[in-house]
């Protein structure tokens, strides 16, 4: 059956309804706060108003006289000014922005390739028949649907220095700004592996069987196979898991917000973190938005160049 | 039949046909016009005594004038038994009673409330009444007219009575803006210096002392450099028998985004304040140069005093670095360190047995003072023959703010007042839980000018000899000859939380002193041109009291 007539348009209209007022709309306000100064001066003014009863009579209070209440009346004015790539600009000269940077860019360096890695080598190894492998394979994927923010406080707890469970290491889990990153980067790995090795194991599982003995047949050693029939056969897939997961790192937020608050100092504030703490914190909402565009463009510019990769190596 | 089923059924219509047995369980009229109101297991049953007259005439045996009035107030969440929001919970059964309204507490993180409270604000929403603000966010929240002035209330005969007169003048700065009244009287924050009285007055580390650093052990120190030689001669020694460990000399709390600045603030004044009579260019300024606003955070003043400060951190256990305040205040109640600078809640803490190892040998004391400070005019450090007295209200001062979008001011403002009232705020500054710490003249001793007795803080379960330590600590904190001048302009919780990473970056090693102030410095020239120079320099003059 056809949909015909301005029905489609009904039906249509809560999703369109949804996209404009959830997206489209925030994303164009955010634009345009991050050209303009916003100022607000606000005038109050109050008036009696009698109270009335669910009949719709005055009320009454304890000397009789009518009970009354105050209606506050607010005058609110908000001026915008245009002010152009001034907020663009300051993100160069900023060096809380600079740091953020390189947090962030250090994080992504680090935790993604490791992530990988570590995803491959556990799916290869769950490609095996191993003992228990459906138990330990739904363990292993435990961590991924975890919340990462509940996340970032169990593991302040256990990287708690005094008196946590590994306070015993000596380890300046948290206290050292080395340290806290490393920690951070840890935490990240720890829920975002299985992630890795999900996908991984799901592509190595896809590969036919036939490859493998043909392989074996040829004379190829357990690394020649890895190599030459693995490695080719699942580059897409790595590809995409690598975007996937720099696109999410570039964003990172929750685990350092309640695992180090962004410390010590700034050694663990990430550029998400420090956009959210320029707009919510300290209500400089078109700085802050002016560093939510930077970062959707860096995020838009990665992924574009990966998929044009992906484009152009398989068709 | 079920041998139960009558006693089942009978059950909802006895408790339907119940006379209302807990009316008035929580406040009792008297015929001789005082009135009891009763606290819970919280505040130890007590029952607070007042009188109709201190209690407004808006309330009477017979009155309930705001029923079916709701208010909602937010606060640093804490709980029902945590640091200001707990008397919230305490009073809210007695008022209740009292007008016939309902209070909604809203409790939210620390790092979130004022972030809600902005947003409220901002967009005149009024879903909050009051906000139980920190003194550093007047400078967002009055000039841009979110607050309600309380001088008419306060004036006011109807409601729960309490006067500015029995603050001090720097507390009464607090909760006051350009000549109008804000701040309902709560919490009075200033950080005093306390310490372990039993080990500095031990005559064997008074001799060990003597001996390895070369003079008699100041009990208590009158400078921080005496300050320091202590804690680095206790430091690592096992000078508590609680535990086999080695202990610390000081502990601090310098977890990033919480309430480390503080901290330095408190100690850096006597590095940085030039004396004076009154406020000039270069006397009693400590943040900007009131003429044009260059931060002075950076002066050689203030790098001396965090190069102090991290000396000073090597006396303490190295994860301090990421501690709260309950982690470093726990350190210290447990017995682990000499010395701790902190706020009024430590001392009431040290009393609680269930916490605390140490009461009975839980001294105050005035902040030490550095023995030089940096000369502003000379620009050169000047050396002091002897200790001076710099005072700090350093902190939140935590107290009730009405937002001016409330529908219902008289309501909040009668809620908040009742806790302001004299019987039921000295009750509270003996409690350690409750946050609500002393600095108003009822509640310090008859010989600080106050009209307190020892008594009183013994009956609360203090032991005397250091209730007279701490009363007498804040009676000095807040009235010093010179005062560190509190920020609250508009953007002083960014310009602090600039300050605050910075100095976590100086303290866990990630820069070094200069640098973390020098880009605090660069930091807040930012914040200051894009919310106006002029306008940040007409409110700072204003705030300091500084006349060009």
Known sequence: MRWTGNIRFLLLAPAVIWVLAFTVFPLGYSLYLAFYKIEQKVEVKREKQPMLDAAGKPMLDDSGQPRTKNVVIKDQVNSATFIGLDNFKRLFGDPQVKEAIRVTLLFVLIAVPLELVFGFLLAVLFNQHIFGRPVLRAVMILPIFATPLAVGYTFFTIFYEVGGPLAWTGIPFLSNPNGALASVILVDIWQWTPFCFLVFLAALQGVPEELYEAARVDGASPWDM???????????????????????????????????????????????????????????????????YALLIVVMVVITLFFRRLRVSYG | MHPLKW??????????????????????????????????????????TTSRKELGSAFGPDKQPFKDVTITVTVNGAGPKGGISGPL?????????????????????????????????????????????????????????????????????????????????????????GG???????????????????????????????????????????????????????????????????????????????????????????????????????????????????PLINSPGHLKALEFLQELHKTGPAAQVGWSLGEAWDYFLRGKSVFVFSWGDVG???????????????????????????????????????????????????????????????????????????????????????????????QFLKEDGGTATIDDYVKAGWDANDAKAYTH????????????????????????????KNLSAAMSGGKSAKQALDDTATAWEGVTDRIGRDKQKADYQAAIGYKP
């Open chain 1, 226 to 292: 890895l190599k030459e029939v693995m490695l080719p056969l699942l580059i897409p897939t790595i590809v995409l898991v690598l975007l996937l997961r720099m696109a999410e790192a570039l964003k990172l937020f929750d685990i350092p917000f309640a695992m180090t608050g962004g410390g010590p100092g700034v050694a663990t504030q990430p550029f998400s973190l420090l956009a959210f703490r320029t707009g919510l914190r300290f209500f400089d909402l078109g700085y802050a938005s002016a560093m939510a």
């Open chain 2, 7 to 48: 006693p089942l059924l009978a059950l909802p219509a006895l408790v339907w046909l119940a006379p209302p047995v807990f009316a008035g369980q929580n406040v009792e009229w008297k015929d001789d016009g005082t009135v009891l109101l009763k606290l819970g297991d919280a505040y130890n049953n007590k029952v607070i």
């Open chain 2, 89 to 177: 919970y305490q009073f809210r059964p007695i008022w209740e009673e009292l007008s016939g309204g309902k209070v909604n507490i809203v409790e939210l993180p620390f790092a979130e409330h004022y972030t809600k409270m902005m947003l409220d604000l901002r967009n005149g929403t009024g879903q909050y009444d009051a906000f139980m603000v920190g003194a550093f966010w007047y400078g967002d929240i009055v000039p841009a007219g979110y607050a309600y002035a309380i001088d008419d209330l306060n004036k006011s005969d109807k409601y729960p009575q309490w006067s500015y007169d029995d603050f001090p003048p720097s507390l009464k700065t607090l909760y006051t803006w």
């Open chain 2, 180 to 294: 109008k009244s804000y701040g309902i009287r709560n919490d009075a924050d200033g950080q005093v210096l306390y310490y372990r009285s039993d080990v500095l007055s031990d005559p064997k580390w008074q001799a060990q002392f003597k001996k390895e650093v070369g003079y008699d052990l100041p009990n208590p120190p009158q400078t921080w450099q005496q300050l320091l030689d202590i804690s680095k001669f206790f430091n690592g020694k096992n000078w508590d028998s609680n535990d086999p460990d080695p202990d610390s000399g000081t502990v601090l709390h310098l977890k990033v985004g919480e309430q480390g600045h503080y901290h330095f603030q408190s100690l850096s004044a006597s590095f940085v304040i030039n004396p004076g009579d009154k406020v000039t260019r270069t006397q009693n300024v400590y943040w900007f140069d009131p003429e044009d606003m260059k």
């Open chain 2, 348 to 442: 009431a803490l040290c009393q609680d047995q269930s916490r605390s190892k140490i009461k009975g040998k839980c001294a105050a004391a005035m902040m030490p003072s550095s023995n030089e400070y940096y000369d502003f005019t000379k620009k050169e450090f000047v050396k002091l023959d002897k200790p001076r007295l710099v005072g700090n209200t350093t902190g939140g001062s935590w107290h009730g703010v009405i937002s001016n979008f409330s529908a219902n001011p008289e309501a909040t403002y009668s809620f908040l007042s009742l806790m302001a009232i004299k019987p039921v705020s000295k009750m509270m500054a003996t409690f350690g839980w409750d946050g609500v710490d002393p600095g108003y003249s009822y």
């Open chain 2, 473 to 500: 600590a804040y009676h000095e904190v807040f009235n010093a000859p010179t005062m560190l001048t509190y920020l609250r302009i508009p953007g002083t919780f960014e310009y602090w939380d600039i300050l605050d």
